[in-house]
């Protein structure tokens, strides 16, 4: 049966939400709570090790260059280093404590989303938010934005509604016409 499951992945078109929770890619909802984490969307076995070579906590788990990168949430402190490292721009780093301890709103979260797209948003700036199937989920607001200089990613943090914060995969920003 888990055969047809990944299957069904596949024909799909993208990682959905499901996917990353059947294949174990959300932490516990008590580590979500308690701090940013990664939400790895990598769930094929590939050759690529960028995002467990960056972790400097030895928290990204992949004994082969072709295993599925695992998360040892214990040892994760949600740096944004396997986000930055990662070429396939898979990762996202959603952090839901951040409302309710930097913004003293707990109806919001913080989602870091790597970015590729030029005018770069700026902090302050309305972006559309999506999902992973490209569907539209509502606005949110440009947070901060990190630059690897390493790396060459950027990361946009982006202050959406804590409910869809797991959803979050892209941004588009939103002009004025």
Same mark, same amino acid.
């Given at each position: 049966?888990?055969?047809?499951?990944?299957?069904?992945?596949? *024909?799909?078109?993208?990682? &959905?939400?499901?996917?990353? +929770? +059947?294949?174990?890619?959300?932490?516990?909802?008590?580590?979500?709570?308690?701090?940013?984490?990664?939400?790895?969307?990598?769930?094929?076995?590939?050759?690529?090790? !960028?995002? +467990?070579? /960056?972790? @400097?906590?030895? =928290?990204?788990?992949?004994? &082969?260059?072709?295993?599925?990168? +695992?998360?040892?949430?214990?040892?994760?402190?949600?740096?944004?280093?396997? =986000?930055?490292?990662? @070429?396939?721009? =898979?990762?996202?780093?959603?952090?839901? !404590?951040?409302?309710?301890?930097?913004?003293?709103?707990?109806?919001? /979260?913080?989602?870091?989303? !790597?970015?590729?797209?030029?005018?770069? @948003?700026? #902090?302050? *700036? #309305?972006? /559309?938010?999506?999902?992973?199937?490209?569907?539209?989920?509502?606005?949110?607001?440009?947070?901060?934005?990190?630059?690897?200089?390493?790396?060459?990613?950027?990361? %946009?943090?982006?202050?959406?509604?804590?409910?869809? =914060?797991?959803?979050?995969?892209?941004?588009?920003? %939103?002009?004025?016409?």
């Amino acid at each position: 049966m888990p055969e047809l499951e990944e299957q069904k992945t596949l *024909e799909s078109g993208y990682v &959905t939400l499901e996917d990353l +929770r +059947r294949h174990g890619n959300i932490p516990p909802d008590e580590v979500l709570e308690s701090r940013a984490v990664p939400i790895f969307d990598c769930i094929e076995e590939i050759p690529c090790t !960028p995002c +467990r070579d /960056a972790c @400097p906590t030895g =928290a990204v788990i992949m004994p &082969t260059m072709n295993d599925k990168p +695992r998360v040892n949430w214990e040892a994760c402190t949600g740096c944004t280093l396997c =986000a930055q490292a990662c @070429p396939g721009l =898979a990762i996202t780093i959603v952090n839901i !404590p951040f409302g309710k301890r930097v913004l003293k709103d707990p109806t919001k /979260a913080l989602v870091s989303v !790597p970015y590729e797209i030029l005018p770069i @948003p700026k #902090k302050g *700036e #309305k972006v /559309a938010l999506y999902d992973r199937g490209h569907r539209y989920l509502g606005e949110g607001e440009v947070f901060s934005v990190i630059r690897s200089y390493k790396y060459g990613t950027v990361l %946009v943090n982006v202050v959406v509604p804590k409910e869809i =914060a797991l959803e979050v995969k892209f941004v588009e920003v %939103v002009r004025d016409e």
